[in-house]
């Protein structure tokens, strides 16, 4: 699901769009955190991602569902407008990458590095801090975490800084063993 959230170019003019908009209405950080939610609602819900991505549901039906969310949701006004211009554009299924470009432009407004942690299992309190706190002494800042599980990576973690990855998944080790012996 992660690779989904990677910004297209479409995707980057939304972005840009709503970037502009947001800190024109000094909303930024709002509209950072409406679209966080709306990441973890595209990453739970199934209906969502194919109400939002099915080429057969009107683009008004698209529109009235995004704005409806944001209504539920009580995001910000901003956010609850350009969800409905994305709807209105048939869009919505663009709305990931979105989303990922409002992530780098934020980034390199704020200064913020964000780290994106996947671990086979849920990762305790302690756990989190430890890896906060060696990111934190790698990148000389703190990093904004984000934690994700995907039990096919068996063990071990999986972190994501910007473009770089560090896999010490226990499936990549293995997937290496099993490269190396074919090739023996």
Excluded: C
């Excluded at 703190?142 to 473009?163: C, F, H, M, N, Q």
Aim: proline letters at 3%; hydrophobic letters at 45%.
């Amino acid at each position: 699901m992660a690779d989904l959230f990677r910004t297209t170019e479409v995707g980057g003019r939304y972005a840009q769009a709503l970037f502009d908009l947001a800190e024109e209405t000094g909303a930024l950080d709002a509209v950072r955190a409406d679209l966080k939610s709306l990441r973890a609602a595209w990453g739970e819900s199934a209906d969502l991602r194919r109400a939002m991505t099915s080429p057969i549901i009107s683009a008004d039906d698209q529109r009235k569902a995004l704005v409806s969310i944001a209504d539920a949701a009580g995001f910000n006004r901003s956010t609850r407008n350009f969800l409905g211009l994305l709807g209105q554009n048939h869009r919505a299924r663009d709305l990931p990458a979105v989303i990922a470009g409002f992530e780098v432009l934020y980034a390199k407004k704020t200064g913020v590095v964000a780290a994106e942690v996947v671990s086979a299992q849920p990762l305790s309190a302690a756990q989190s801090k430890s890896i906060q706190s060696a990111l934190r002494q790698a990148l000389g800042r703190d990093p904004e975490l984000t934690a994700r599980v995907d039990p096919s990576i068996l063990g071990g973690l999986k972190v994501k800084v910007g473009s770089k990855l560090f896999d010490a998944s226990l499936k990549t080790k293995l997937d290496q063993m099993k490269f190396a012996l074919k090739r023996a």
